[in-house]
């Protein structure tokens, strides 16, 4: 899934990877290295010297551990993509954890994508270059069903409903990627063109101040546009 908008990068893609054991980071490190579209401008051990280093080294993407001394990766990641951080990182959590829990916080904290160690080295590849291009790794529907399970802790009870100045055509394109809708499915299901799809999706973006369309399943909840 790619998103709609993607920025122009000039010159490899600079990776901060940080993970608390030396053997996987170094491992880590020299797959992303061999690529030439890809360079590893950082390394560290804990989450909170990912965070100062990813403020002083100005990295594309942050490739996160979750459980790391001094500070967890999930921390971390809210620190560095969460609301409200005015310059956000985009963030690849990558754990051993296959864990609802885990996918769930990490994309509440401002992650972009989620992968587990055990992913083959092409996989990573591609998860570096997808959520750096602004796209989000996992597809909707999946996001969709884990942060529905989570959306009674998302939402609080007495929340209502916001739009964020969002037209209702806008609002009802929302609802759709929320319920894991692709482009070409939203396009047949309101009898519009892709184009134009695309366009509402930006602009739902803009609005919301939001970088890909998980985030945009998210908000949906925790606004309670959906349910």
């Known amino acids: 899934m790619r998103l709609d908008r993607e920025p122009v990068v000039s010159g490899p893609l600079r990776v901060l990877v940080c993970d608390d054991q030396a053997l996987i980071r170094t491992g880590f490190a020299t797959i992303i290295d061999a690529q030439p579209d890809l360079e590893v401008v950082g390394e560290c051990g804990d989450g ?64 972009s994508g989620f992968l587990l160690k055990d992913a083959p080295p092409a ?48 609002l009802e394109v929302l609802r759709l990627i929320a319920d894991g809708l692709s482009n070409g499915e939203i396009a047949a299901a309101l009898v519009i063109s892709q184009e134009t799809v695309k366009t509402y999706v930006s602009r739902i973006l803009t609005k919301l101040g939001l970088r890909d369309r998980v985030q945009v399943v998210v908000y949906a909840y925790r606004r309670g546009l959906v349910t």
């Open 48 to 111: 909170r010297a990912a965070v100062d280093l990813a403020h002083r080294l100005d990295p594309d993407i942050v490739v996160m551990d979750v459980r790391m001394p001094v500070l967890d990766g999930i921390a971390a990641t809210r620190l560095l993509a969460g609301a409200g951080v005015a310059h956000p990182v985009k963030v690849l959590v990558v754990t051993t954890f296959n864990l609802d829990e885990y996918v769930y916080e990490a994309l509440r904290a401002g992650a």
């Open 123 to 170: 996989q990573l590849l591609n998860g570096i270059r997808t959520v750096a291009s602004g796209a989000a790794l996992l597809a909707p529907e999946v996001t969709r069903q884990l942060v529905g399970r989570y959306a009674a802790r998302i939402r609080p009870a007495e929340s209502v409903p916001g739009d964020a100045g969002l037209t209702p055509r806008e």
